[in-house]
């Protein structure tokens, strides 16, 4: 409650919640699904979309480790992305093993490995995961430029409204779009791009295994990469931004909660 009213400015109505930020915050107290552990653990979930749609579209893996200092950076490519399975935000590009700062990412990640994500604003599929850091393939487009993000907004299996996170990685920039790749008038968290992204190609095949990755989930966010036209898994998001972040126009906020319906179970 406080969190909420920190940073939305207004009370949270948990017992009778009508906003997408407020039913996010019902979700967390009592949608407790164990397999959302799974999905929200960067190591375990890789298993667990390769059943779903397959694992061509999941990003491949060279290694796992619980400490930092047991990587072998002999035995990774020249380019290579090291992160923590069980955080946000602990992630390190290497593009060139020449120049690689070893002790820069071994601060960063050591750091993220006694990190428990869960405290920030009580994301509880978070609070159990198995702390290990990861590497996997670089993925990078010709241009040599960081992906682009496609971030679908699932309910009850069904995408409604996606985000494009463009120019990562230097001034990322946010643009919402329907299923018919209309845009949409909306602020959150970012401002809009000056250029809005064109339609990738896969839009539709992004859209297809977004609805099956969210089936039986009363919300989730699905989140792809398209490089050089192949599709990969990102990530599953339960509570985008923990629910305490506003949309521009406000309403935006009552149109998602209409959309999200809460298991009849819990009411």
């Known amino acids: 409650r406080k969190m909420y009213q920190e940073k939305l400015n207004k009370e949270l109505n948990v017992d009778c919640p009508k906003t997408f930020n407020e039913k996010l915050q019902w979700l967390k107290l009592y949608n407790r699904r ?43 490519p020249e380019q290579f992305v090291l992160k923590c399975n069980h955080d946000c935000g602990s992630i390190i590009i290497c593009r060139d093993k020449r120049t690689f700062d070893i002790n820069a990412a071994r601060k960063k990640l050591t750091k993220g490995l006694k990190r428990n994500y869960y405290w920030e604003s009580r994301e509880w599929p978070y609070k159990d995961i198995p702390p290990k850091i990861i590497a996997e393939e670089y993925l990078g487009n010709d241009d040599g430029k960081l992906p682009i993000d496609y971030k679908f907004y699932c309910f009850d299996g069904e995408p409604k409204i996606m985000f494009i996170a463009s120019n990562r990685g ?33 839009f539709e095949k992004m859209q297809s295994l977004a609805a099956i990755l969210s089936k039986g989930i009363p ?39 209409g959309w999200l319906n809460l298991p009849e179970k819990y009411r």
């Not at 667990?48 to 990774?76: C, M, Q, R």
């Open 34 to 76: 164990p397999e959302y552990t799974v999905m929200a653990d960067k190591y375990a979930v890789k298993k667990y979309v390769s059943d779903k749609i397959g694992s061509e579209y999941v990003v491949p893996l060279l290694g796992a480790w619980e400490d930092f200092d047991n990587i072998d950076f002999s035995a990774l």
């Open 170 to 202: 230097k001034d990322t920039k946010h643009d919402f779009y329907d299923m018919k790749f209309n845009h949409l008038d909306i602020i959150y968290r970012k401002p809009n791009a000056s250029t809005l992204p064109e339609k990738p190609r896969d």
């Open 219 to 257: 919300f989730v966010r699905i989140d792809f990469y398209s490089v050089n036209e192949q599709i990969y898994f990102g990530e599953y998001t339960f509570f985008p931004a923990g629910g305490g972040a506003p949309f521009v126009p406000e309403q935006w906020d009552d149109i998602l909660g």
